[in-house]
């Protein structure tokens, strides 16, 4: 079983459709938990994160965690097709600075 | 603000010979951590330096290794390349080590191995 798993997709959806990425876990103690976006060709850039079971609103998007389920996922609501990329979910186990990253969901944004 | 800095871009080299990466973390950074990434395995950890010590390590062989200097850039040396070696190196730094920042990714290096 991998510490974080994502559906790599693609996730296909409609210009200013809510576009929903979701993201498991395995580690109970994990702490800190982080979304990256990554263009083709391009390096991850850092989105948002999340430490606290609940929702996390920055702008359009809000990312969901529930250590219970040991789950957490993204929100974009309007989405554009510039938000067309693949999405990373990593998870710090306490570690220091030692990340779990998922695959990635890649996200196709349709005008 | 001048960001994660890597060089080179893009490297091709033979099997069986070693390769040496750079990075240059943003100023007042003092972890950098190196990533590998391949389309099947995704992002998988290589190692963190902290204050020019190697604090956590990733499932990679010994050919694999890294070091950092006082002014907290960071190399990653592969030794006895195979095909496989074949990825993107992402090179990421952060603040101190504390694990609730994130990173700060370089645009990483291309090593084709043929």
């Known amino acids: 079983q991998k510490e974080v798993e994502q559906n790599s997709g693609p996730l296909s959806v409609p210009e200013g459709a809510i576009a929903s990425l979701n993201c498991t876990y395995s580690?109970?103690?994990?702490?800190?938990f982080f979304w990256y976006r990554q263009y083709s060709g391009k390096s991850p850039e850092l989105i948002m994160s999340i430490y606290s079971n609940g929702d996390k609103e920055d702008g359009r998007f809000t990312a969901q965690l529930n250590k219970a389920s040991q789950y957490v996922s993204l929100l974009i609501r309007d989405s554009q097709p510039s938000d067309s990329a693949t999405y990373l979910c990593a998870v710090n186990p306490g570690n220091f600075n030692k990340f779990y990253f998922g695959s990635g969901t890649k996200l196709n944004v349709k005008p | 603000k001048a960001g994660v800095t890597q060089t080179p871009r893009y490297l091709i080299k033979t099997r069986g010979q070693q390769v040496t990466l750079s990075c240059s973390p943003i100023s007042g950074h003092r972890s950098v951590s190196w990533y590998q990434q391949t389309p099947g395995q995704g992002l998988q950890f290589l190692f963190e330096?902290?204050?020019?010590?190697?604090?956590n390590k990733g499932n990679f062989p010994g050919r694999f290794s890294g070091r950092q200097f006082s002014n907290s850039r960071s190399e990653m040396n592969v030794s006895t390349l195979e095909l496989g070696d074949s990825a993107l190196y992402l090179c990421?730094?952060?603040?101190?080590?504390?694990?609730?920042?994130?990173?700060?990714f370089g645009s990483g290096t291309r090593l084709t191995v043929v």
């Open positions: 990421a730094s952060s603040l101190d080590g504390a694990p609730d920042t994130g990173y700060t």
């Open positions: 330096y902290f204050s020019e010590t190697q604090r």
């Open positions: 580690d109970r103690v994990s702490q800190s």
